[in-house]
């Protein structure tokens, strides 16, 4: 068995599409639904049960998980994708509970159990990059994220270090993911999609114009990853029991918001019409202007698939997802 929390969301369906596509459907998702419209990207998945969060959380807690499993079944492995993931999330209590002491539970039910466990960390952990966006264990007690979301992602990796089992274990530094299933995510959903509606609506699309005389407007740097390719760097983690650590899931380069905003426009088949606009002065001090995953440590266990460019994901995630308004698996 193999469970997937967070398995509804952006990424975690993803893993699950992945995994279904390996022949894997002995899965049981975990999230929390809500009023959101959340529910239809499990629509096309295959995996044999799901649990609200609260009820696993419950079952966790008092030792029941095994009464999910089929009997005589062994935990393979979890998946821990489930997280506020709300980098202006401000409540730092809510913050502490959902992405700290929740994680640190789950790990540890997966090491009793005998199970690999593979978590989502954060490039947020990396604050403005002044110590670059290398990977290295080692340099984790130098990094200084710049909102509380990152420093909640942090508290678990230290924490793992701390205790011994960082290297028993694989914790993932997704930076810009983005991709099908993301509707249900607001504000934090990505430019790609959040371009495509104001396209779709205005013809034109907003960008922050740059507070910092070395970049343009528009051309502050980000470091892209399909989600295809990020579920695919994340399972590869599943077939390789013996890395362990950190681990940065990224394009390994640099996009700008500009070259972003011209694939969407490309996409949509529309001409390139774009406005730069002020940068809230409540975000202007903790803006990143450029991330840019070090992915050689994670070539280095043997993945050595290439990423998709930026322009034939867009062009697949705007001609084959949201035109046609499907979901992943579709």
């Known amino acids: 068995m193999i469970i997937v929390t967070g398995g509804a969301g952006l990424i975690g369906s993803a893993i ?17 639904l809500g009023q959101s419209d959340k529910w239809r990207n499990l629509n096309s998945l295959r995996y044999r049960d799901y649990l609200e969060k609260d009820v696993f959380e419950t079952l966790m807690d008092k030792g029941r998980l095994a009464e999910r499993l089929t009997s005589g079944e062994r935990l393979e492995a979890v998946f821990h994708l489930g997280a506020c993931s709300a980098t202006t999330e401000t409540d730092a209590t809510y913050l502490i509970n ?3 002491e929740y994680s640190r539970k789950l790990a540890l039910t997966a090491l009793a159990a005998g199970a690999r466990f593979i978590y989502a960390s ?50 993932i530094k997704y930076f810009n993911v983005y991709g099908p299933n993301e509707q249900h995510k607001g504000d934090m959903r990505s430019l790609v999609l959040k371009a495509y509606e104001q396209i779709g609506t205005t013809g034109k699309l907003k960008l922050f114009k740059s507070y910092k005389p070395e970049y343009a407007d528009g051309e502050q740097l980000r470091d892209f990853i399909y989600v295809k390719d990020a579920a695919a760097m994340t399972v590869h983690f599943l077939q390789n029991l013996d890395a362990g650590g950190i681990f940065n899931v990224g394009g390994g380069s ?25 940068m809230p002065e409540s975000i202007r001090a903790t803006y990143q202007y450029i991330t840019c995953a070090d992915t ?20 697949d995630y705007i001609r084959n997802y949201l035109v046609p308004g499907k979901r992943l698996g579709d």
């Open 254 to 278: 640099t996009i700008s918001w500009n070259r972003l905003a011209k694939a969407v426009f490309s996409a949509m088949d529309r001409a390139v019409n774009i406005e730069y606009i002020d």
């Open 122 to 171: 954060s490039a947020a952990t990396y604050g403005d990059g002044e110590h670059g966006f290398v990977d290295d264990e080692k340099q984790l007690q130098t990094l200084r994220p710049m909102n509380m979301y990152g420093y909640s992602k942090q508290l678990f990796d230290l924490w793992a270090q701390k205790q011994g089992i960082l290297n028993k274990i694989a914790g």
């Open 296 to 315: 050689d440590k994670i070539i280095s266990t043997g993945y050595l698939n290439k990423v998709t460019s930026v322009e034939d994901a867009v062009n």
């Open 98 to 100: 959902n992405n700290f």
């Open 16 to 32: 699950v599409q992945r995994l279904n596509q390996l022949g894997r459907e002995d899965i049981l998702i975990v999230d929390h």
